[in-house]
């Protein structure tokens, strides 16, 4: 017998856990996701070394690559600093 007809087997005969399994399955999958954006979106995180070696060089002060920041506009900011 596999997993999935064990899981549905107990599903079937406990119909209370459906919801437990819908919540963590949500949570897993909205974890990975956001993993998956940090991975991808992140100046921090250098894929490729050899054509872009340092990306957080090349972000703009408009670029917003954090999640959700609070009293924050993006479009008003300026550069401080020296090019490189």
């Not at 437990?20 to 974890?31: D, N, Q, R």
């Given at each position: 017998?596999?997993?999935?007809?064990?899981?549905?087997?107990?599903?079937?005969?406990?119909?209370?856990?459906?919801p437990?399994?819908?919540?963590?399955?949500?949570?897993?999958?909205?974890?990975m996701?956001?993993?998956?954006?940090?991975?991808?979106?992140?100046?921090?995180?250098?894929?490729d070394?050899?054509?872009n070696?340092?990306?957080?060089?090349?972000?703009?002060?408009?670029?917003?690559?954090?999640?959700?920041?609070?009293?924050?506009?993006?479009?008003?900011?300026?550069?401080?600093?020296?090019?490189?």
């Open positions: 017998m596999s997993m999935f007809a064990v899981v549905r087997k107990q599903l079937k005969s406990h119909p209370a856990l459906i437990l399994f819908v919540f963590i399955g949500g949570g897993a999958t909205m974890s996701m956001y993993l998956a954006r940090l991975g991808l979106r992140n100046p921090d995180v250098c894929w070394r050899k054509n070696p340092e990306p957080w060089n090349k972000m703009a002060p408009t670029d917003q690559y954090k999640f959700y920041t609070v009293n924050m506009d993006y479009s008003k900011l300026k550069k401080q600093g020296p090019d490189f």
